[in-house]
C-alpha cells in the first residue's frame, strides 16, 4: 500500500464544508490505518451496547441504533461502490441517495449481531479495494449527487462519517470508543 496515496485529501478533492468536517474527525495521515482500526471499533461498541437498547429510541435522536447501524452499513455500500466507480475512471455522474428513506423503510431488520457482521465485512471488502488501486486510481475524481470529489476523499469520508455515527452511539449509551 503507498502511504502516499493514501494521505488526506486536498481541499479541491473534498465537496463541502460538511465533507470536510467528517474528514478532520479522522487522525493519523493513512485512511486505511483508520479503517482497520474502526473493525475493532465497531465490535467492541456493538458488543457492549444492551439488548434493550438496540430498538429504543434515545430523546432527541429519531433512529434506534439498529437503524444507525443499518445506516452505517448502506453508507458503507455507497461509498465502496462509489470508490470503485471512480477509481475505474467512470465518468458517468452518480446520482444520491436519501438515507432517511431507508432507515425508514426499517427494510434491515434481523438479529443486531448479523447487522454488525455485515457492517464489519463491508468495511473489510472496502479496505481490500482500497488496498488493490494503484496510486493514481486515489486521484481520480468524479461526480456524485452533484459535487465533484476524489475517491481518496471518499475513503476519508467514509471513515469520518462511520466515527460520527459510532461516537453518537457511544453517547447514547454512555459508553466510550476505544482510543483510535
Not at 429519531?62 to 470503485?84: K, L, N, P, S
Not at 476524489?150 to 471513515?159: D, E, G, K, N
Amino acid at each position: 500500500m503507498d502511504r502516499i496515496a493514501s494521505r488526506r485529501p486536498l481541499p479541491s478533492e473534498i465537496a463541502s464544508p460538511y465533507q470536510q468536517g467528517l474528514i478532520d474527525r479522522v487522525r493519523g495521515d493513512c485512511v486505511i490505518e483508520q479503517m482497520e482500526a474502526q473493525l475493532f471499533t465497531i465490535c467492541e461498541l456493538a458488543s457492549s451496547v444492551c439488548v434493550e437498547q438496540v430498538d429504543k429510541l434515545h430523546s432527541p435522536y429519531t433512529w434506534t441504533i439498529r437503524q444507525v447501524f443499518e445506516h452505517c452499513a448502506d453508507a458503507e455500500r455507497v461509498f465502496g461502490y462509489r470508490i470503485m466507480r471512480f477509481a475505474a475512471g467512470d465518468s458517468t455522474e452518480l446520482v444520491g441517495w436519501d438515507e432517511n428513506v431507508y432507515a425508514d423503510s426499517r427494510f434491515g431488520l434481523g438479529p443486531f449481531g448479523q447487522l454488525v457482521n455485515e457492517l464489519g465485512v463491508l468495511r473489510q471488502a472496502n479496505v481490500h479495494l482500497l488496498r488493490r488501486l494503484v496510486p493514481q486510481a486515489w486521484d481520480r475524481l468524479g461526480v456524485a449527487d452533484g459535487k465533484r470529489t476524489s475517491v481518496r476523499a471518499i475513503a476519508w469520508l467514509a471513515t469520518g462519517h462511520l466515527d460520527h455515527h459510532l461516537s453518537i452511539v457511544a453517547k447514547r449509551c454512555g459508553l466510550a470508543l476505544p482510543a483510535m
